[in-house]
């Protein structure tokens, strides 16, 4: 296995044998080894995050295009705490502080509290418009 290493990202060659899914059982199968390596459904595009008690470490392993964009991101942002990984496959696994793992649902909201977000929501939304649009007449002045 052969690691390149730049700009804090690790890319792993390993050997194509042992990353292709295993298509064996079919002998009319004439995919090439590019699309025995994609991902066909959503399904299989998987992300795992993985943490435990004892080290204070976390791995997210993710084929999800944004999220891997994402971890790239706090790679370069971040290099001392977060190291990246990637696979020939396409995914990038990413090891970060397990403290930065949460799960946040979503607030539930009363009819009333929806309504006044709304409202507020529209009145930032015109200020903002009003804003671009004295900024856009002082710039032709």
Known sequence: MDVKKENNIETENLD?????????????????????TT????????????????EKAAS??????????????LAKERPDEVKIKEYPSGAVEATFPKTWIKIRPPRILTDKQRAELSERGKMLAGKLK???????NESKL
């Open 16 to 36: 194509t044998e042992s990353t292709l899914l295993d298509t064996s059982y079919d002998d009319d199968n004439e995919d090439t080894e590019d699309e025995r």
């Open 39 to 54: 991902f066909s459904s959503a399904y299989e595009t998987e992300t795992i995050i993985n943490f435990n008690n004892g």
């Open 60 to 73: 997210y392993y993710t084929l999800n295009v944004h999220k891997k964009q994402m971890l790239r991101d």
């Open 130 to 136: 009003e804003s671009r649009e004295k900024k856009k």
